[in-house]
Nanobody, 120 residues
Framework: QVQLAESGGGSVQAGDSLRLSCAAS??????MGWFRQAPGKERQFVAA???????TYYEDFVKGRFTISRDNANTVFLQMNSLKPEDTAVYYC????????????????WGQGTQVTVSS
């Protein structure tokens, strides 16, 4: 059974940092990504990383603040620095096996999410 489990969320002040983790089990993914969804808003793509960590992609609103990394085939991280109140959302980890460019937002497997709250 394929499972993705996020951890590391919490409540912080603006300017603080958090590091999210996602542990995948059941299979190795060709690509893994992070998404987020704020209350009342659509899910938003954040970043993605290739299977070996050699390639990454970031949406413009997180460039320079967030870093996606992968320490083995099935664990991915999202280091979030200089957090802003608008970063408040539930953050989801996702995985896929199909070969697509990292900018492609289609994923097949999803975690349950971890809440990140940033107060001003």
């Amino acid at each position: 059974q394929v499972q993705l489990a996020e951890s590391g969320g919490g409540s912080v002040q603006a300017g603080d940092s958090l590091r999210l983790s996602c542990a995948a089990s059941g299979r190795t993914f060709n690509a893994m990504g992070w998404f987020r969804q704020a209350p009342g808003k659509e899910r938003q793509f954040v970043a993605a990383i290739s299977w070996n960590g050699g390639s990454t992609y970031y949406e413009d609103f997180v460039k320079g603040r967030f870093t996606i990394s992968r320490d083995n085939a099935n664990t991915v991280f999202l280091q979030m620095n200089s957090l802003k109140p608008e970063d408040t959302a539930v953050y989801y980890c996702a995985g896929r096996n199909r070969l697509r460019t990292l900018v492609d937002r289609r994923y097949d497997y999803w975690g349950q999410g971890t809440q990140v709250t940033v107060s001003s």
